[in-house]
């Protein structure tokens, strides 16, 4: 309640960093959906995130509970396959069909086609995995192997795809640092590796939204 209170006050006085600040102790000792949901879209709000972040904002909304509409898991499973994660883009579009968010009413054609394309788009990836893992290890920076290696965590193989993540970041030369060593959290987070995501976390830094994600992974309990 007094907590509450806090995050009222902020907001009734337009302190954006006070109200912030406030749901994430909220979120710590209540974590209820609509306080999270709050906290992550605000967060991703923040002047200076990164767009290339979205598909991590959706990330951590799967985890939290926070998915409640059909446009967030369209959007959050398109994202994916941009990204190359169609095991990924599969586990959004399937918690949307089990919510009957997908698959219903006028736009259930449009929602089969996603399904059909994400399908497609997984058969097609598991060919070339093998292939991929090459490539990755041949390229002269590390950002093939932290991507390789997080699709392959998405598949369930966590060992081995944080693994490659590691090596990615220790072989440097990478577009998004910061981005990267957020992924290596996320992943051993999914792997259930809690106190190593934890410190991958903490040293997050940078200022294009990466530290702000990182900040709220380790506010879930």
Not at 109 to 134: I, N, P, Y
Not at 164 to 184: D, M, R, T, V, Y
């Amino acid at each position: 309640t007094q907590l509450q209170l806090l995050a009222s006050c902020a907001l009734k006085q337009n302190d954006m960093v006070a109200y912030t600040a406030a749901l994430e102790k909220i979120v710590t000792f209540t974590p209820k959906p609509e306080y999270w949901l709050d906290l992550i879209v605000r967060t991703g709000n923040k002047p200076g995130f990164s767009p290339a972040l979205t598909l991590d904002t959706y990330r951590l909304r799967k985890v939290t509970g926070t998915m409640e509409k059909t446009g967030d898991y369209m959007e959050a499973a398109q994202l994916a396959l941009q990204a190359g994660y169609p095991a990924e883009a599969k586990g959004f579009v399937d918690e949307g069909y089990s919510k009957k968010l997908l698959g219903e009413g006028a736009d259930a054609s449009r929602h089969q086609r996603l399904k059909d394309l994400v399908a497609k788009k997984l058969t097609e990836d598991q060919a070339t995995l093998a292939e991929g893992e090459k490539a990755a290890a041949a390229q002269a920076t590390g950002d093939a192997l932290v991507a390789t290696g997080f699709n392959l965590v998405t598949y369930g193989q966590y060992d081995k795809g944080l693994q490659l993540i590691q090596q990615g970041i220790s072989k440097g030369g990478l577009k998004a640092p910061e981005q990267a060593k957020l992924h290596l959290g996320v992943a051993q987070h999914l792997a259930g590796k809690k106190a190593e995501a934890n410190k991958t976390f903490a040293g997050v830094g940078g200022t294009d939204g990466s530290k702000d994600l990182a900040r709220l992974w380790r506010l879930i309990r």
